[in-house]
């Protein structure tokens, strides 16, 4: 006979946590629909993302155009769709690079005195400076461009992943459990893989779920300044770059790139709050 007291596992726990909680499910309600349009961009596009049509240029909303068109007539809901397959896959590429070289450096400063040192005093020079100034000066040396953009947008979030990490293993690295195996002449990168990486997980995935967003906004960012993504790309920074000049005739151009963006951005900050919560329900 099955027992069905058995007790709640941690990860079992967090997701019931999680799918309890209402904005943070509202977060994801969010992002699956930006992910299923975008990925679906090629099927579902009323029209093709670079058609030009300029006896319908500027056209307000319409049956036939759902979110209007641009100064080239291009179909804005169209170009919307196709813009969430770069602006989400920079968001991804962004933090995953960050991801894996601000743990790595977190750790190292973490577990090991002597780098320490080192490490968080050219993190604390990387702070010192505003993220986005920070990803202006990167692209004023390698030159403006989709992927110089996210190259600085990297360089720019790398130091909050290695104060995060690194405050985390701090506090595991003093522990009995670590003691005991180190003891027993385990080697360093084995405990850190096996023993210290696993227990910081939670911070971790908290911290890239938020980062998503704020990657993705800062690329946005950079292409509205003209030093990211350049047009005609769809992306959504660069569209609201174009839009801009043309507000008073055609609000459109602008504003639903803007929406996308900022519910994007929303969705991810509203799940990252909902994992905190979970993986730490005391903070409720």
Sequence with gaps: MLNSNRPESYWGGMGKRLRRNKTAMAGVVILIVFTLGSLLAPVIAPHPVEQMNFNSRLSAPSLNHLLGTDDFGRDIFSRLLHGGRISLLMGLITVVLSTLVGVTLGIIAGYYRRADLFIMQG???????????LAIAVIAVLGPGLTNAMIAVVIAVIPSYVRVVRSAVLSIR????????????????????KHVLPNI???IIVLSTIQFGVSILAAA???????????????????????????????????????????VVLG????????????????R
Aim: aromatic share 12%.
């Design 123 to 133: 993190m604390d020079i990387l702070m010192s400076l505003p993220a986005l100034l």
């Design 174 to 193: 003093e522990k009995e459990y670590i003691e005991a195996v180190r003891a027993l002449g385990i080697r360093d990168w084995q405990i850190l893989l």
């Design 201 to 203: 997980l939670s911070p």
């Design 221 to 263: 960012a950079l292409s509205f300044l003209g030093l990211g993504a350049q047009p005609p790309m769809p992306e959504w920074g660069a569209m609201v770059f174009v839009g801009k000049a043309f507000l008073s005739q055609a609000w459109w151009m602008s504003i639903f790139p803007g929406l996308a963006i900022m519910l």
């Design 268 to 283: 991810f900050n509203l799940l990252g709050d909902g994992l905190r919560d979970a993986f730490d329900p005391k903070t």
